[in-house]
């Protein structure tokens, strides 16, 4: 009888049909994939002689029935801060450094017990609890302090981030901005929300060099100068706090766009003398 390889798609619902099969058949092969193509591609070298079970590949199950199945319910949060199991199981999947077979192995070795994965009781758990833990926080860094910059008329902005979180950035940019077609940079890869206004997907991605031929124009709006404007009419003196402001945006992420640069200076020099009074006849 040929040995048996499960291969499974690196997204959630593939990782948790291969728990389920592996738990079947524990002496299984594992071997991950983005898409059929890369499959077929990584089948011609490693896939002869094997006894071979797709999952995950074409939408077939619910996550939640299946994490349901597989883990059981959670006894208790260990931090307010941890996500669920399937939201664990994709932050885990988005780090530069995941094996998706090896997390596989381990949450089946969790035995239905869904808070192993947040205890860390063991090495292989804590190193997967803080693979999730610093996607999740490469993500709130770039929400909380990138700065878009606009060009041709598109949000723009360039993930610095080893992990991939640029579509998910991309969401939540694109749910900030409605009215406005937003570019996440990732790599060569270029993700784009409300691209409807570009005439593509509303949620699409492109190779980063076909950046430059996209244009969308709706008037001469100057978002960094508006911003200029409203920050520096709307100061109260009496409110300034230097000591919290520098704590909410540390010197280490001014570099990220000049819009944060100037917001840094503000904080560390303070402001012209500027109210709304000089914008009335």
Known sequence: MSPRMIAFRDNVEGVLLA??????????????????????????????GYDV?????????????????????????????????????GLVLRHSSCDPAGLVR??????????????????????????????????HRLSMFARPDLVNGILTVRTDSPHMIGDMFCSWLSGKNPDLPVAVLEKGTAWIGNGRYLGLENFTHIRSSLLGSLSFSRGPDDIDGLW??????????????????????????????????RDRYKVERGISNCTLDNFTD
Request: positive net charge.
């Open 106 to 139: 381990f949450i089946c070795s969790c035995e239905g017990n869904a808070d192993m994965l947040y205890s860390g009781k063991t090495p292989t758990g804590k190193k997967y609890y803080s693979y999730m833990r610093d996607v999740s926080r490469s993500y």
């Open 53 to 89: 079970t797709a999952v995950g590949f074409r939408p077939t199950a619910d996550c939640s029935v299946l994490v349901q199945k597989l883990l059981g319910k959670r006894k208790g949060r260990m931090s307010g801060r941890d996500p669920d199991v399937e939201h664990y199981i």
């Open 228 to 261: 200029d404007v409203y920050y520096d009419s709307q100061l109260i003196p009496g409110r300034r706090n230097k000591k919290h402001a520098q704590h909410l945006q540390p010197k280490s992420s001014s570099a990220i766009s000049a819009m944060s640069a």
């Open 19 to 48: 728990c389920t099969v592996l738990l079947q058949h524990p002496d299984s092969a594992l071997l991950c994939a983005r898409n059929m193509d890369d499959l077929r591609s990584k089948m011609e070298f490693s896939g002869a």
